[in-house]
């Protein structure tokens, strides 16, 4: 809209300047402002032949002008270039006679052509200025000269020889002596400079303002084309209709039925502060999972219905599916669907039964995958998504041991006191979260980077952000890691079912440290310091596939 106002601006000051054009609505300049000229004045031409104050010849082929004030002929001739013509030159006795009765009544005869004297030839004129002058007139008119040979051979302007005449005679008469003028205009070249050429100027601002009104109209229409592109391939990545062929509101009775009233043989992860997830079955068959929320007074109905669906929209392979909600009584839930083998949490920390430690390949996948994923909400989304809450028990992993990021957007309803509490876990350790957030309670993307290195530090190495330790008591994985990194003792960080395992390939000291590098650049103080979580996903992929010691 705001492109359309400035076209529209543009287009609107250049209509009005081409009416000014079109209509002459410019300055007027007088004869007498710069002339002197106390007979008339030079103004905007009309459809008359010669402009006001002019007089036009028999023949209706010259307008003339007499210009009273007394100025040399220099001067003189400046005064009539001014305005597109020149001092009289006379094609014709007849002319000479018209501009005598003009020049009649000065006292000291008038200005006409500019002929100079040609000193080496005695009394011969030299026809300067135009070629329009008819010599025969020497012959037919009176003639006198004031001027001398000596005058004739000096090398000043103003002591050369020109022409006067005044109401009987053709005089000739050294340049600076001061004598009124007679102004000739051609009636084909009658107008000033301005509006010699009017109708070219018109065709040329007409023809200028379409080429402007068509480009300015065609940048308009790629901009609104490529923003409009744009939003058709957003709405393409995560329209409702398109990702979300299951979508419903469901009762809390119907949620009691499918997870059998959230039994503990249901519970999947969490506990009582975070409401905990269960597995739950569709009566259509479809296997989900059931998020419930931790009560609060501080999330409406309306404001809770639009926030789900907003996270709905999202669609990426590395995002749980949102299939739908329900809110009753305080009581909120988010119905996702179900990925196979679980959260990441348990496959780290307590191995499902039946099934095998995660080895070196699984784990990197595990960590590009929901890389991928946190990467897609940050840069793909419009607006960013910030996930605030990257932590083992919300990435679900499938049959394939991809990663899949749930509990997109669900901090909003987890009151501040419990993100609080779940900031600093035991031992006082920050946990998952980012130092902004604890000092300044400060979420951004970056905040998303933190916690993704926490979570990569836990993938390598199997060990909780904290843990208790029986020498020191709680030690963050950091405390533990920092002393081990120093020393450049890489292979000490990995999690003993990678190194105990007889067909897990163990990785090289230097991919280890590649890795672990990772980790610290991540998880900087300073987050401006902290990558983007694309230039995270490129490095994991180049390191998934190390080879073998």
Known sequence: MELNSIALKCVFFLLLHLLLVVHGIVPNVTLNETCGDSSGSLRRHTKELCPAGWVINPNKTKC???????????????????????????????????????????????WIGGRRVNYTASYEWAWSDNSQWNSSIFHLANFSSNCTLHSCYMNYTDNLCTLMTNSSALAG??????????????????????????????????????????????????????????????????????????WKVFTKDELRSITKNFSEGNRLVGDAKTGGTYSGVLPDGTKVAVKRLKRSSFQRKKEFYSEIRRVARLCHPNLV?????????????????FVANGPLDKWLHHIPRGGRSLDWAMRMKIATTLAQGIAFLHDKVKPQVVHRDIRASNVLLDEEFGAHLMGVGLSKFVPYEVMHERTVMAGGTYGYLAPEFVYRNELTTKSDVYSFGVLLLEIVSGRRPAQAVDSV?????????????????????????????STSIIPEASTIQKVVDLVYSCTQHVPSMRPRMSHVVHQLQQLAQPSAK
């Open 173 to 246: 008469e050294r340049c600076g002596n001061p004598h009124s003028s007679v102004c000739v205009l051609d009636i084909d070249t009658k107008c000033d400079h301005m509006h010699c050429h009017r109708e070219y100027l018109i065709i040329l601002a007409v023809v200028s303002a379409v080429i402007l009104s068509t480009t300015l109209g065609v940048v308009v229409w790629l901009l609104v084309y490529k923003r409009g592109k744009k939003r058709r391939r957003s709405r393409k990545l995560y329209d409702p209709a398109a990702s979300l062929p299951s």
């Open 321 to 337: 599916t949102v299939m739908g909600c329900c809110y009753g009584h305080g009581d909120r839930y988010i119905v996702y669907e």
């Open 473 to 501: 008591g709680w030690q963050s994985v950091f405390e533990w890691a920092t002393p081990l990194v120093q020393a450049h003792r890489y292979p000490e960080l990995l999690d003993s079912h990678i190194t105990s395992s």
């Open 64 to 110: 003339f002008l007499h210009v009273g004030r007394s100025k040399s002929w220099n001067e003189s001739e400046t005064c009539c270039n001014i305005y597109g013509g020149h001092l009289a030159s006379l094609t014709s006795l007849q002319e000479l006679h018209f501009a005598q009765s003009l020049c009649n009544g000065s006292t000291n005869s008038c």
